[in-house]
Each structure stands twice: as C-alpha cells, then as structure tokens.
C-alpha cells in the first residue's frame, strides 16, 4: 500500500468505529481480514494513524470546524499532530489509485487558519464534562491525569502462582524474546512494553494457564479486598458481577498455595531442616493453603460461559451463577459470605489508554444511569456479607459520580457497614514492600483510587466495608 492508500483506509477505518459500538481493535481486525492485500506493516501504519487520532480526536474535531470523519480527523492529524506542511498534505491527496480525493477549499482553509485557541478540554482530548470532574477530583494536575488517561499503555500480566513461580514466568517470557519487567506495585505482576504489541495469547504460558492478562490496579484491588482474611474450605467469596472472569480468577488464586508454597508444604525426610527462606514462604501460603468457595456471578449467562475455560485454564474452580433481573439467584448465601467482590459495570474510563475511542461514546446520562444502577447493585449484593465479613466495591472509572458519589450514598443508607482503612492492607504478602509506601497517597480511609499519573495503572476506584451489624 502507498502511504496515501494507509491514509484513505485510517479514515475508513475511523467512521466504521464512529459508526458502531464495537472496539476499535474488532473493527481494525475486521478491516485486515476484509483486506488481505494490506501487509504486515501496512496494517500496523493503519492502526497507528487510527489510535493516534482517537487519543487526540477532541483537538482534531475542534480544528477542522468540528468536523467528526474520518477523512477530515486524518488531515488534521497529518497537519496538527505531524506537523506537515500544506503542500505535503496535497501531494497525499492527489486522488490517484487508492489514495483520498484531493483537498476542498474548506480543508485548504482549515489547515492554513491553524490550530488557534482550543479549550483547555480539547487539548486534553476528552469530553468537556469529564474534563470537569477531572478538575474536581485531581485540582491542578487534571491536566496531567487527562494526558495519561489518553496515552498507550503496557501490557500487565499477572503470574498464577498457583502453576508457577513469579521468577520461572519471567525466564519463560525472556526465553520467548519477551521483555517482562517487575511491576512496582504487584509481586505477582509483569509487565510487557506495548511496543511491539506482544501476541500474549499465542504464548506458552498463556495457554498452560501461567500467566492472564491483567492491569496491576486491577490485581491490586482483587488482593486488597481479600487482604488479612484467612480462607478455609467454608469460606465462601462471591464475585457478584464477574464480567470477563478476570477478577474471578485473582480472587479464586488466593485460596490456593502458590507454586513455592506447594513445595514448601511437601512431605520431607526425616533430619530434613527448613532454611529461613523456606520458612516464610510456608508462613507466607499457610492461610491460603486451605482453598475457599468461589460463587462467580453475572446477568448475562454467555459471559459466565467464557469464564469457565479460563478457569479450566488457569487450574481454578468456581460455582457459576445466572442472576436475575432483580439479583436473585443466590439468596442461600445471604449473610454467610466471608467476601462479597462488586467489580460494577461502569463507563470503563478508567481503561480509556487502551480504548480511547470509549471517551467519546460516553454522554453525562449514562454516567446517572450507571450511578443508579451502581447503587441498585450493591444493594442486592449486601445482604449476602456475613457479620465480620467485607464487601467490596470496585469499578474501573475515574468519574466522580461512579466512585466516591456512590460509596457516600451505601454508606448513608447502610450505617451497619464499616470502612476498613485502605492502608492497615498495604503490606498484603500479594503487593511489594514498595506499595506499603508507594500506595498510600492513593488511600484515604476505607477508599482507594489509582490512576494511570498517580500509579501508572488504569483507573481504578475501590471501596471497602466489613459488616458490624
């Protein structure tokens, strides 16, 4: 393909996603099977000139005169973000093969006028009104949290440390011409560069169950909610909105030993004597040894369905449950739970790094709707905790309204419910000795928010409760 071709197909590309729902690497797969003549780089130049007009799509629309095609957000990035002159962005244009039609006056004016003053928001490249919460939330450093909201994000792996060690999992990915680095916060976390975009799922240890794909926050709050709990055979930890089983999977590990403590725990000869390090790691999986009862719930029964061979996968059990309109479909449970895990469904902003183009699908309404259905949930969910046990709740946004609004709300109408403070957990044998200090800015009370500026994760929200009454 000729650089003008990759440009017309970018623009293609940019109004099928503006057209659907579908997430921008469907709709970019979609367009490589459907174009078989596209190569390797050629696909690989579509998608950079795709994801980097939907990570500044706000400050392209306002300069092209608020244009929103895929045609004029291309120009604009060429002119804007690239910085080519007018006479390089023509010769790119000259309507020949597969290349776009050459430049109207309106686009030759547009790019000659400039840029001029754009709003604080648009330059951020996000909706006005999630600029505003940003602003409310963060002060002075929104504009920091904006920026990295919207830049590309690495890929994080979280080690199953009930199949392998965190060190075998590394050697494995090097061996494999991968460049896994520690992650600061998780001490079962790797983290891979996002270029070049690894193929996680084609690798070995991937597919024997070793390692899953996971955002550090997102393992952060899966090992916060269960921190200090001892888990036995009748514990009972249910997972009230499963989704995609990711969650499900962290939480199902921590009643298992992990790969050193299996060890650690296996019968030795007689004389045989522990070396310090041994030790502690028996102390280390001594109450997660004994395993726990994983009731993994959802609303939408083929979503429970794409769990189980992950689950099959990864060596771990759950009990899958359909639950109801109205929440029902566990009522057995209610009151005997050690942990109730509410991971909600949410806008997803704070994932917007992987999938900028949800910032622009996301309306003010959904997020009252979101916020309402929030509280309906945790509502149903409730009553499920145990006295002396927690209830979790967690959503993977940035906004105001879908974190702390709601936890002010639970708490208002359920005064049985306590906060247990966020940093009493920190030194979970699950995070490094780093997130004791490092994490605690991030804490106030029983809250926990992180952000990709603050902590270099998604966005993430957390609140945690242990039922008095």
């Given at each position: 393909m000729t650089p003008a071709a990759r440009l017309a197909s970018a623009a293609s590309v940019l109004d099928s996603i503006a057209q659907g729902r579908a997430p921008a690497d469907v709709v970019l797969k979609a367009w490589g099977a459907a174009n078989r003549y596209a190569g390797s780089k050629d696909r690989r130049a579509v998608a950079e000139r795709v994801y980097e007009v939907l990570r500044s799509r706000g400050r392209l629309v306002r300069a092209m005169g608020g244009r929103e095609d895929g045609r004029a957000l291309v120009i604009g990035s060429l002119a804007f973000l690239d910085g080519l002159t007018l006479e390089e962005i023509e010769a790119l244009h000259s309507g020949d093969g597969y290349g776009p039609r050459p430049l109207s006056k309106q686009e030759h004016a547009r790019i000659e006028a400039g840029e001029g003053d754009l709003p604080d928001w648009a330059a951020a490249g996000l909706p006005e009104f999630v600029a505003e919460d940003l602003k409310l939330t963060f002060g002075e450093r929104w504009s920091e949290q904006a920026a990295a909201l919207m830049a590309r994000a690495p890929v994080d792996l979280r080690v199953n440390t009930a199949r392998t060690t965190v060190d075998a999992a590394r050697a494995e990915l090097t061996a494999g011409g991968l460049t896994p680095k520690p992650t600061p916060w998780s001490a079962v976390g790797l983290r891979?560069?996002?270029?070049?975009?690894?193929?996680?799922?084609?690798?070995?240890?991937?597919?024997?169950?070793e390692v899953e794909i996971q955002d550090e926050g997102s393992q952060i709050v899966s090992w916060l909610a269960g921190s200090g709990l001892s888990f036995?055979?009748?514990?009972?930890?249910?997972?009230y909105c499963a989704g995609g089983g990711g969650k499900t999977l962290a939480l199902a590990v921590q009643g298992l030993p992990d790969a050193d403590a299996a060890k650690a725990s296996a019968p030795r000869p007689a004389g045989w004597s522990p070396t310090g390090a041994e030790e502690e790691t028996a102390a280390r999986a001594a109450p997660r040894a004994a395993g726990l009862r994983l009731i993994a719930c959802d609303v939408v029964q083929k979503r429970l369905d794409n769990i189980r061979p992950r689950l099959e996968r990864a060596g771990v059990a759950a009990d899958l449950r359909l639950l109801g309109p109205n929440g029902g479909g566990v009522e057995e449970f209610n009151g005997r739970a050690d942990l109730v895990f509410v991971d909600a469904p949410c806008?997803?902003?704070?994932?917007?790094?992987?999938?900028?183009?949800?910032?622009?699908?996301l309306k003010p309404d959904e997020v009252e709707r979101l916020?309402?259905?929030?509280?309906?949930i945790l509502a149903q969910a409730a009553p499920l905790v145990k006295r002396g046990g927690r209830l979790a709740y967690v959503t993977c946004s940035v906004l105001t309204r879908e974190n702390e609004a709601v936890a002010d709300a639970f708490e208002a109408a359920n005064p049985g419910f306590e906060a247990v403070a966020m940093t009493d957990l920190l030194a979970a044998g699950t995070l490094t000795k780093a997130a004791r200090s490092g994490l605690a800015s991030a804490a106030s009370g029983g809250r926990l928010r992180l952000s990709p500026a603050s902590t270099g994760t998604d966005g993430f929200f957390m609140a945690l409760y242990e039922r008095r009454a």
């Open positions: 891979l560069p996002s270029e070049p975009a690894p193929n996680v799922q084609a690798l070995k240890a991937f597919n024997a169950g036995t055979p009748e514990s009972i930890v249910v997972d806008s997803g902003s704070g994932a917007w790094r992987r999938r900028p183009e949800d910032a622009w699908r916020h309402a259905l929030q509280l309906r």
